[in-house]
């Protein structure tokens, strides 16, 4: 059963590997989203991850199987615009065309809405760390 959640700290490792091995390097040519004949090196990093994990206006959701992490998704609230945007999407090369990513897509369209009203309360009231209230 794929179950679905917010990253933490303990998952960035996992997190980067497989954002790497989606987008980048001769793993990800197994899948339909490679960027390896576009670009070279990383396309994220540990601290960059960790930036996004721990960051107060961004969720990082991760569909898991066991301790198998299977996608992932980034949610960042913009301020600016008021709108909750989604990035770093990846599925494992070799688990890509299962429905893994349409059913991450479908949990993070769940978490929008939630998400955009914690980000905007977050900011007027001040809260120290939104991510306490997934």
Known sequence: MI????AKPQDIAAIVSLVNQTYRGEQSRLGWTTEADLLDGLRTDQAHMAS???AQDSRVLLAKQGDKLLGS???EYLADSEAVELGMFAVAPSLQNRGIGKQLLSDAAINLTVLASLFQSTRSCGAPNAKDSL
């Open 73 to 75: 998704i980034l949610l």
């Open 3 to 6: 179950e679905f959640h917010p």
């Open 52 to 54: 996004l994990v721990n």
